[in-house]
């Protein structure tokens, strides 16, 4: 497997503009994580979702953050309208689980790097 | 909020010398997980323990739990400049049932000087 891929890399767009970042999962993996890694406030978990279906969106920082999972091997975030402050780099993560009510390893994408101008 | 709180915020040392990070966490936990960062990369796993575990060894790590503290520890001996990342640990924030989710702290940065 080629582990979790996210698409594109990087972005830079104006604000206002639409942003929609993508992820494709481990094969197999039932849990996927949204994530935020800013300097000032370290890595953020924006939302969760097991067996496609969204568990915990409370990170989601407001209503211009949201997120979907279509199916097992495909979600995004999209942010609408962007900001300035929205800058940051998003990563998405899977994992198997939970089993036995908890989580093994998550396994990482890159990461998007967002520049909002 | 933030689940797991690593300490100390950023370490330096010389190769060869051990590194120690610790993690202090707020509620009952199943596992507690460390990661490793290297600059612009993801996240990647290096070692879990789990709740019912004390001291778990992988390597050149070692890391201890102490449940009734609340706290876990990651020693790196005989460091390397290749060491030199961000150290992450992650706890599980329990819904009930078989349900939760990785709360990950804001990280040791640890410099290893050759």
């Known amino acids: 497997d080629a582990g979790v891929i996210q698409s594109p890399r990087h972005e830079v767009t104006e604000m206002g503009q639409e942003v929609t970042l993508r992820c494709k999962p481990i094969s197999g993996h039932n849990s996927l994580f949204w994530y935020r890694q800013t300097m000032m406030r370290g890595l953020e978990l924006l939302i969760y979702f097991n067996n496609n279906v969204p568990i915990d969106d409370s990170g989601m920082p407001e209503d211009r953050f949201s997120a979907k999972m279509p199916n097992a091997s495909f979600s995004t975030l999209k942010i609408q309208p962007s900001e300035p402050r929205d800058s940051a780099v998003y990563f998405c993560?899977?994992?198997?689980?939970?089993?036995?009510?908890?989580?093994?390893?998550?396994?990482f994408g890159q990461g998007t790097r967002l520049t909002v101008v | 909020s933030q689940q797991g709180e690593e300490d100390p915020q950023a370490l330096s040392i010389q190769e060869g010398e051990n590194a120690t990070m610790n993690c202090s966490y707020k509620?009952?936990?199943?596992?507690l997980q460390w990661y490793r960062q290297n600059s612009g990369r993801g996240l990647v796993h290096l070692i879990l323990i789990r709740s019912n575990e004390r001291e778990k060894h992988s390597g050149r790590l070692r890391v201890t739990l102490d449940t009734s503290k609340k706290s876990s520890s990651l020693l790196i001996t005989a460091s390397r400049a290749a060491d030199t990342a961000s150290y992450f640990c992650a706890t599980v924030k329990n819904y009930g049932g078989s349900q939760g989710n990785l709360i990950f702290g804001k990280g040791t940065k640890l410099s290893v000087k050759p």
């Open positions: 993560a899977s994992s198997l689980g939970p089993g036995q009510g908890a989580f093994t390893e998550a396994f």
């Open positions: 509620t009952s936990i199943n596992n």
